[in-house]
Every structure is written in C-alpha cells, then in structure tokens.
C-alpha cells in the first residue's frame, strides 16, 4: 500500500496530529542548540511578556528551523501559550505517554521523531510537549461533551465498526500462497511484517485501525465489511495489488471507559470554531503584554504577523 493508500487510511491518527500529534512549526519553539554561537553572544533581552522574556541567544537557538522573525513570532506565541495554560508535570507525562503509544501504533519511534525536528534535551522535548497540552487547553476551552453526544456519535460511527488489519503484495499468486499459510495456521501478523509491502502497517503486524476513523478504496471496505471478528478474507485486488484482510475487533466495538474518552475528543475536535480559535491566539498575544527592548525586534515581528 503506497504513500497514497497510507494517507487513505490514516487520517487521523493525529489528535489534531502527530498523533496525536506533534506540535512544530507555529505552535512549537523549534528549539535547537546552534552551539558555535554561545560563546560569543550576550544574553541581551530583546523582547519581554509578563510571563517571562526572550534574548538573543534563545532566537538563535530556533533560526536553524524558521527565519529571525519567524523564531520570534514562535517564541513569543509558545511562551504566552505555556505561561497562561500553564501545563502541569503530570500533564505532560500523560501526553507524552499518548504521543508514544500513538507513534507506536503508527509503526514510528516519537523520542526519534522529536530527535529529527532537533528537539535532543529532554527539556527541549517535554517543552514540545508542554506546548502541545497548553494548546489543547486553549482550543478546547469552554466545549463540553454530552453523554448524549457521545452515544450518537458511538451510535452512527462505532456501533457496527471494525478494527482491521491488511497484507499488501503485488501479485495475486503471492496473495493466495499468503493465503494458504494463514489458512493452515501461520500467524497473520508475522506474515504481514515479513511479506506486507505496506511497510507503515506491516511494522504493526498489518494493523491499519477501525473502518470508522479512515478512508479506504471501496472494494477494501465492501470487504472489510462482510467480515466478523478473527475472519480472514480471499485476496481482493485494489489499484494497490491484492490485499488480505482480517478483522481484529468487532462488528461491535464496545462502549467502554477508553473507547467514551477516544469519542469525546472526536466531538470536541469537530465542535472547535477556527473563527473563535482565532481570536484567542490574538487575544493570547495582547494579554501577554509584549514589549520590545529594541525597534528593529519589533519592526520584525510585525513582519512576521502581518500586523
């Protein structure tokens, strides 16, 4: 299954992103250690909010990733994020504790993924974090889910759902030698990480998540579909090669404590106004009281927001 089908069935896997995602870009500081500056710059304060102040030193360590009026525009956002939401310790090893199991699920490595994007200290990591936690505070605030929302969503998107896992190869002879060995007993999962062309769900023993939660091509789904729990379909040939495909839940899914938490998060993301999300971010700004020690800083942030 290529990049495409990759992208046709995982949508979400990520809450809002990396998985549940990860926060870089304008919502993250790129913190990264550009360590040939530190011995020759001062730590000359070039902008303060009421939640703190940042100097030469701290932009220099982000322009690896972002332009100088960008890394500022980011600092000062995140830090005015992190100061009014003010995520707890224990916050922070929760969502860190998602993140990993969600990367998990995706086939990845998260302490890599972070490693990658040059987040390296695990200050730098848990303040990505931290930045991620203090958002979801922001974007979700003020917006309840009813037990009543929560049934209708199970109701029309759960109740019937399945939980899916897929071997991908080329050809239709290695589909039904596949095949065979899962019908005379081979363990499904390891034929899949040893044969699955699919390589991001052959890492998890061929699991591509619930029917619910991702867009597949229709004759994968028209498939998945007449299956029941532990069933194996015959090869189904797609754009992609030929898959097999065994459901690993339901029809089904129960409403439990977990699958109630997973569905609240879905209506929240759905009930956010990106209008009102908006105005908070420059609500979050102007009441972080940002004052610049030099013109030229502020002259630069104005370039990057427009503003």
Known sequence: MSEQMVNEHKTKKNNGGMVKGLIIGCLAAAIIAVAAYYFFLKPETVATTKYGKITQKDMFEVMENATGAQALQQMIF?????????PTEEEIDKQLKENEKAAKENG????????????????????????????????????????EEIQTYY???????RR???ILVADEAKANE????????????????????DTVSAANGGDVGYLSENQFVPEFTAAAETLTEGQV?????????????????????????????????????EKVDPTKLQEKVKNLIKDADVKFKDEKYKDMYKEATGE
């Open 108 to 147: 990845t490595d998260f302490d890599q993924q972070l490693e990658d994007s040059g987040y390296k200290t695990e200050e730098q990591k848990r303040r990505v974090i931290a930045t991620q936690v203090a958002y979801d505070k922001m974007q979700y605030e003020g917006i309840k889910v009813s037990d």
């Open 164 to 166: 899916v896992s897929h």
């Open 233 to 269: 379909s015959a090869p189904v040939k797609t754009e992609y090669g030929y898959h097999i495909i065994k459901v690993t839940e339901g029809p089904g899914i129960p409403l439990d404590d977990e699958k109630k938490k997973e569905i609240e998060e879905k209506v929240k993301k």
């Open 178 to 197: 596949l095949k065979a060995q899962i019908d005379a007993g081979g363990d499904f999962e390891q034929l899949a990480k040893d044969n699955s062309t």
């Open 78 to 86: 995140t830090d005015a994020l992190i100061g009014k939401y003010d």
């Open 155 to 161: 109701d029309e998107n759960v109740a019937n759902d």
